[in-house]
């Protein structure tokens, strides 16, 4: 491989132009797509194989005339203190509001308080509820508009008016602190190189990659059902990876020039040794993001796939138009004492190599102390809930969650997660009666504060009843009421021959939960197991790839911990503008696994790489360790802290998902790459000295050879000099080359 990549990279250098007009018309070509292309859809969050989404379903089958897919709002009206919401004058005022709601744009039906039984027992707090014909996406400015106006309509007479529902949403905004993060990246990248040109270029080509990335997921949109948010994840990956696998083939570059070899024969080293490391890491994180396909659940499978064609376009950047611009920026990525060859060689160790030379010297007390740390870390796990966000889990100030507090008061806390029973009564002789008989059993059950009477559809062969918990949406008691109804579900099919299911917000947050506890295991055996065996074959090794993996276990253990201990417990949750804490997202604790093993893998590759290399040429296992510190330790500190710069950017989202998703994937790349990576690596390769390159004989020989390390490259390059033939023989031999 690092033979084929070395023709890739000396290729795109010498046709340079051709290879920057390439990428500049893939990006043009994804822009146009884009900007003809239709609004993203919303996000369709269906859950395969549920009861929850079965019932959901089920109703969209036997119910044709409703508009479950449509955006709701739900007007909350609260009485001043010591007055009823039926008095006259307040009645009036409310009156007035739900005629502006009838008057409103989008809308299909807004239902009156008044006949809709929507008024508290206290008589101080009323509701109406609005459906509109459009999703929450598509919802226009003058729909929120008239929704807003109406609310204000009944504040000045005198009410407390608030509003809730998926009318409201608003596409999530990343705020300023993205563009602050990429700022840092910038300042880390000038520092690393000391030149403007060497900390520009994967700047650059990490913004082309994401821009064809994002410009494509937006063109495919529609086609693929791919959602807003979506694009924001693949962005987020995308930038942090490219800015990474640009660096390390730039600081390759940088290295084989200073060595004395020409631009061309460097740029082409740079890419065979450094662009093999970029294309096994890029591997592993593709492995991560697809594997998501695993859960089963299509809205995490198409932003796992979204993100993983947004990597595949970075790794594809860094092996073709790096070297490209290379080509254009000549000596230029070379600092300009080095130009002018005023730098002084010098024997004075770097700070890497004298962290390396004290880790090796007292590995186990790194060792115990970092395991330690990443365990006292990962604690607060232990006690994670997992949850969907609703308007519970919005900030106090919003419209949203003071409509939701004031249904909890008024109605009780189990009103804000009513649960949707479904009665499918068509096989059933007597269809009202077993509706009848469903209705009286869950009234009877522990925690039900009210079931309503079924509503049934045209054909009359199915019901709905809308039971109402006593306790809230994310409580233990409600989730127990699921199980509850859903056990006696054989007993009503026995006695009225009707099928019973559950399904409702509620019930789909814990069906969610279950799938993800139920997938966590096998995905994690997959993704694990494929990268075990990608990684014995780049380090021949067996120890190598079993201690990556385990070390990534611990980072991403104690990462998850620190997002419960700041998102649910609200530790330090002012310093990153987390105004309300909650059960932390369903998807997120498998979607961070999938996303921070790829990028662990990287460093793995990257630091370790360099290790085998000085191995392989005869060092002892310890000095390789310092040795691949010495060259790798500067590069890989200066791409964790850009990668930590990157998604710590994300926190200013106002999506509470993604902002989650920033911090989690910051303080994991953090507790990997200083942690596990810096520490705990080169603790436990002291320790296990020449076994942790052991491989049997017979393995050695069954794995295929990729040559990661370049050392096939380096004798090609010493005993075939028909590798620097013309660029002609080059095109020839990579017209036929197959990856």
Same mark, same amino acid.
């Given at each position: 491989?690092?033979?084929?990549?070395?023709?890739?990279?000396?290729?795109?250098?010498?046709?340079?132009?051709?290879?920057?007009?390439?990428?500049?018309?893939?990006?043009?070509?994804?822009?146009?797509?884009?900007?003809?292309?239709?609004?993203?859809?919303?996000?369709?969050?269906?859950?395969?194989?549920?009861?929850?989404?079965?019932?959901? /379903?089920?109703?969209?089958? +036997?119910?044709?005339?409703?508009?479950?897919?449509?955006?709701?709002?739900?007007?909350?009206?609260?009485?001043?203190?010591?007055?009823?919401?039926?008095?006259?004058?307040?009645?009036?005022? !409310?009156?007035? !509001?739900?005629?502006? $709601?009838?008057?409103?744009?989008?809308?299909?039906?807004?239902?009156?308080?008044?006949?809709?039984?929507?008024?508290?027992?206290?008589?101080?707090?009323?509701?109406?509820?609005?459906?509109?014909?459009?999703?929450?996406?598509?919802?226009?400015?003058?729909?929120?508009?008239?929704?807003?106006?109406?609310?204000? /309509?009944?504040?000045?007479?005198? $009410?407390?008016?608030?509003?809730?529902?998926?009318? #409201?949403?608003?596409?999530?905004?990343?705020?300023?602190?993205?563009?602050?993060?990429?700022?840092?990246?910038?300042?880390? @990248?000038?520092?690393?190189?000391?030149?403007?040109?060497?900390?520009?270029?994967? *700047?650059?080509?990490?913004?082309?990659?994401?821009?064809?990335?994002?410009?494509?997921?937006?063109?495919?949109?529609?086609? $693929?059902?791919?959602?807003?948010?979506?694009?924001?994840?693949?962005?987020?990956?995308?930038?942090?990876?490219?800015?990474?696998?640009?660096?390390?083939?730039?600081?390759?570059?940088?290295?084989?020039?200073?060595?004395? +070899?020409?631009?061309?024969?460097?740029?082409?080293?740079?890419?065979?040794?450094?662009?093999?490391?970029?294309?096994?890491?890029?591997?592993?994180?593709?492995?991560?993001?697809?594997?998501?396909?695993?859960?089963?659940?299509?809205?995490?499978?198409?932003?796992?796939? &979204?993100?993983?064609?947004?990597?595949?376009?970075?790794?594809?950047?860094?092996?073709?138009?790096?070297?490209? *611009? $290379?080509?254009?920026?000549?000596?230029?990525?070379?600092?300009?004492?080095?130009?002018?060859?005023?730098?002084?060689?010098?024997?004075?160790?770097?700070?890497?190599?004298?962290?390396?030379?004290?880790?090796?010297?007292? +590995?186990?007390?790194?060792?115990?102390?970092?395991?330690?740390?990443?365990?006292?870390?990962?604690?607060?796990?232990?006690?994670?809930?997992?949850?969907?966000?609703?308007?519970?889990?919005?900030?106090?100030?919003?419209?949203?969650?003071?409509?939701?507090?004031?249904?909890?008061?008024?109605?009780?806390?189990?009103?804000?997660?009513?649960?949707?029973? =479904?009665?499918?009564?068509?096989?059933?002789?007597?269809?009202?009666?077993?509706?009848?008989?469903?209705?009286?059993?869950?009234?009877?059950?522990?925690?039900?504060?009210?079931?309503?009477?079924?509503?049934?559809?045209?054909?009359?062969?199915?019901?709905?009843?809308?039971? !109402?918990?006593?306790?809230?949406?994310?409580?233990?008691?409600?989730?127990?009421? =699921?199980?509850?109804?859903?056990?006696?579900?054989? /007993?009503?099919?026995?006695?009225?021959?009707?099928?019973?299911?559950?399904?409702?917000?509620?019930?789909?947050?814990?069906?969610?939960?279950?799938?993800?506890? /139920?997938?966590?295991?096998?995905?994690? &055996?997959?993704?694990?197991? @494929?990268?075990?065996?990608?990684?014995?074959?780049?380090?021949?090794?067996?120890?190598?790839?079993?201690?990556?993996?385990?070390?990534?276990?611990?980072?991403?253990?104690?990462? #998850?911990?620190?997002?419960?201990?700041?998102?649910?417990?609200?530790?330090?949750?002012?310093?990153?503008?987390?105004?309300?804490?909650?059960?932390?997202?369903?998807?997120?604790?498998?979607?961070?696994?999938?996303?921070?093993?790829? @990028?662990?893998?990287?460093?793995?590759?990257?630091?370790?790489?360099? %290790?085998?290399?000085?191995?392989?040429?005869?060092?002892?296992?310890?000095?390789? !360790?310092?040795?691949?510190?010495?060259?790798?330790?500067?590069?890989?500190?200066?791409?964790?802290?850009?990668?930590?710069?990157?998604?710590?950017?994300?926190?200013?989202?106002?999506?509470?998902?993604?902002?989650? %998703?920033?911090?989690?994937?910051?303080?994991?790349?953090?507790?990997?790459?200083?942690?596990?990576? %810096?520490?705990?690596?080169?603790?436990? *390769?002291?320790?296990?000295?020449?076994?942790?390159?052991?491989?049997?004989?017979? @393995?050695?020989?069954?794995?295929?050879?990729?040559?990661?390390?370049?050392?096939?490259?380096?004798?090609?390059?010493?005993?075939?000099?028909?590798?620097? &033939?013309?660029?002609?023989?080059?095109?020839?031999?990579?017209?036929?080359?197959?990856?």
């Amino acid at each position: 491989m690092a033979t084929f990549l070395y023709k890739i990279g000396r290729l795109s250098f010498r046709k340079r132009r051709y290879v920057v007009l390439l990428w500049v018309a893939l990006l043009a070509l994804a822009g146009v797509g884009a900007a003809t292309a239709r609004s993203a859809p919303a996000d369709n969050f269906t859950v395969p194989g549920t009861e929850a989404q079965q019932a959901f /379903d089920l109703l969209h089958q +036997r119910f044709p005339g409703t508009n479950a897919d449509g955006a709701s709002a739900r007007m909350v009206f609260q009485a001043p203190n010591g007055q009823k919401i039926t008095a006259g004058p307040n009645k009036a005022a !409310v009156e007035k !509001v739900v005629t502006d $709601l009838r008057d409103s744009p989008q809308k299909v039906t807004v239902a009156d308080p008044y006949t809709a039984g929507a008024v508290s027992k206290d008589g101080t707090t009323a509701y109406a509820s609005v459906s509109y014909t459009a999703k929450s996406t598509e919802i226009t400015d003058a729909t929120h508009t008239a929704i807003k106006n109406a609310a204000q /309509d009944g504040r000045d007479a005198g $009410l407390t008016v608030e509003t809730g529902g998926t009318a #409201l949403q608003a596409s999530p905004e990343t705020g300023n602190s993205e563009v602050i993060g990429i700022g840092i990246a910038a300042v880390v @990248l000038l520092i690393t190189f000391s030149s403007l040109v060497a900390a520009g270029l994967p *700047l650059l080509t990490a913004i082309m990659g994401v821009g064809v990335g994002i410009a494509s997921i937006t063109a495919l949109a529609t086609t $693929l059902g791919l959602s807003s948010t979506s694009s924001t994840l693949a962005s987020m990956i995308g930038l942090a990876v490219g800015i990474d696998y640009a660096l390390f083939i730039v600081s390759r570059h940088r290295h084989e020039l200073m060595e004395g +070899r020409d631009g061309e024969d460097a740029a082409g080293r740079a890419v065979g040794t450094a662009g093999s490391a970029v294309v096994f890491a890029g591997l592993t994180v593709l492995i991560a993001l697809a594997g998501l396909a695993v859960v089963n659940i299509p809205m995490l499978t198409k932003m796992g796939l &979204a993100a993983a064609g947004t990597v595949a376009i970075a790794v594809l950047i860094a092996l073709t138009l790096i070297p490209a *611009l $290379l080509g254009f920026a000549g000596p230029k990525v070379l600092t300009r004492k080095v130009r002018k060859g005023r730098a002084k060689a010098t024997d004075k160790p770097n700070m890497g190599t004298r962290w390396a030379r004290l880790v090796v010297r007292r +590995r186990v007390p790194f060792l115990v102390a970092a395991v330690v740390a990443l365990g006292l870390a990962a604690i607060p796990m232990s006690r994670m809930e997992l949850g969907l966000p609703d308007d519970g889990s919005q900030p106090v100030s919003t419209t949203q969650r003071k409509a939701y507090d004031m249904l909890s008061d008024g109605f009780g806390p189990g009103f804000n997660g009513p649960l949707t029973v =479904v009665v499918d009564a068509a096989h059933s002789k007597q269809p009202e009666s077993a509706a009848q008989q469903v209705k009286h059993t869950i009234a009877g059950f522990r925690d039900v504060k009210t079931v309503t009477g079924p509503a049934f559809n045209t054909a009359h062969d199915t019901a709905t009843l809308t039971v !109402v918990p006593a306790s809230k949406p994310s409580s233990t008691q409600t989730e127990d009421l =699921v199980h509850t109804i859903r056990g006696h579900a054989g /007993d009503f099919s026995d006695s009225t021959g009707a099928k019973v299911l559950v399904t409702g917000t509620t019930a789909m947050n814990i069906d969610v939960s279950q799938r993800l506890n /139920d997938a966590l295991l096998p995905y994690l &055996a997959l993704v694990v197991g @494929l990268a075990f065996l990608l990684l014995m074959v780049v380090f021949r090794s067996v120890l190598v790839p079993l201690k990556a993996a385990l070390g990534f276990l611990l980072s991403v253990l104690a990462a #998850l911990g620190a997002v419960v201990a700041v998102f649910q417990w609200g530790w330090l949750s002012g310093l990153i503008g987390v105004q309300q804490t909650g059960p932390i997202m369903s998807m997120m604790p498998i979607f961070m696994v999938g996303v921070v093993f790829g @990028l662990a893998m990287d460093y793995e590759v990257f630091l370790v790489t360099r %290790m085998r290399e000085a191995f392989v040429h005869g060092e002892s296992p310890r000095q390789a !360790v310092v040795t691949g510190f010495n060259h790798g330790a500067r590069v890989v500190s200066a791409a964790a802290v850009i990668m930590i710069s990157v998604f710590a950017g994300f926190i200013g989202s106002s999506e509470s998902m993604i902002k989650m %998703m920033g911090f989690g994937l910051a303080i994991a790349v953090a507790f990997d790459a200083f942690v596990v990576r %810096m520490t705990i690596v080169p603790a436990v *390769l002291a320790l296990l000295g020449r076994a942790a390159w052991w491989l049997p004989g017979w @393995l050695d020989r069954a794995l295929p050879n990729v040559d990661v390390e370049g050392e096939q490259l380096r004798k090609n390059l010493a005993e075939r000099p028909r590798l620097l &033939a013309s660029s002609e023989e080059d095109e020839a031999d990579l017209e036929g080359a197959r990856i």
